[in-house]
């Protein structure tokens, strides 16, 4: 291979990784993708998925028909203080737990021939000249073109020391996630997302008759809780609605899934010569609608783009700086309204009142969650 182990290289293993990866060994390169974690494994995620990429999807070799998946047409919010908000999602999506996704595509990316290297984390990744080097398990591996989809934070954004990660603690750089799956009475095609004090939870059905629960909150009110359990029974319980779930609902993890110390500043989307997907970039909210979508329909722009690279279409910079514009064009106008309702969402006050006020305008209500849901890709 004229000096290079792999046409293609992908340091992380989730939605934008692995859907990219596909997608480039669909085109005929060498790819290899490196994930720190064993396949199939659990993630922090809300586990719901906007219907924008269902046909990729599939083109990705997952037949979801066949899944018999929950589809999900309604929203429900509520604000701490009680009130609820209904709404109908009109493109929709559906439930699918990460553990089963993830691993379909994982089999999927196995049997076209990419080399899945699970269990195995990356040390770094450098920008050499005209190439790439990968450094995992003791072992270099030389690539025509690396991409970074290592999710929220790595090992790898702290040895490039990335703004996102040096920066002090505060309002936007200091969540933590925890997810359970449970099986409860509960509708079918609904998702909901109820509020509290400094956080919320998501509540939607997945496979095998269970509900995915996942709740995004600051570190200070764990730091003031000390622990979980404690916090839910004070803080998350104030929610007359979550209460009742947690309170009625059986818990099938005996411990939550948990992920600390995620940020939601700004991230660059290139980094050392180096094109990032996913969570990687972009500073994805949950209210942004479906970062899931969002991810790999990051992953699909970078896959188009490579190609025009690897066929001498256009230059390393001319692809750089297309996939930032494009990224941008695609994605920066609905961060901006998940960030503005992320700023809504959390404080008492001003959840009660946005809730209260989205409730008496339902046109301002469709034209948000139509903001912040993309077009199918």
Known sequence: MNGYDYDIGIVGGGLAGLTAAIQLRKKGYTVSLWEKNKYPFHRVCGEYISKESWDYLQRCGIDLPALQLPEINKLEVSSP???????????????????????????????????????????????????????AGNQSFKVKLALGSFGKRSNIDVKWQRKFVVQKPNTLNNYIGVKYHIKADLPDDTIALHNFKGGYCGVSKVEADQYCLCY????????????????????????????????????????????SQIS??????????????????????????NGMSMAMHSGKIFTDLANDFLQHRISFDGMLGRYERM????????????????????????????????????GLTNRIIKATHGQPF
């Open 81 to 135: 203080g009680g009130s609820v908000l209904k709404a109908k999602l009109d493109l929709g999506g559906f439930g699918i737990s990460r553990y089963w996704l993830d691993y379909l595509l994982y089999e999927e990316a196995k049997k076209l021939g990419v080399a899945v290297f699970d269990g195995c984390k990356v040390e770094q990744l450098f920008h050499r000249h005209d190439s790439f080097e990968i450094l």
């Open 264 to 289: 939601f500043n700004r991230k660059e989307l290139v980094y050392n010569n180096i094109p990032l997907v996913g969570d990687a970039c972009g500073m994805i909210t949950p209210l942004c609608g």
């Open 327 to 362: 990224w941008n064009n695609q994605f920066s106008a609905r961060l901006r309204v998940g960030r503005m309702v992320q700023a809504n969402f959390g404080k008492e006050w001003q959840t009660n009142l946005f809730v209260n006020t989205l409730k008496r305008l339902p």
């Open 216 to 259: 995004l909150t600051t570190a200070s009110n764990l730091q003031a809780a000390g622990s979980i359990k404690e916090m839910e029974e004070r803080i998350l319980f104030r929610n007359f609605y979550l209460r009742k779930i947690f309170e009625q609902s059986a818990f099938v993890f005996s411990d939550p899934v948990t992920i």
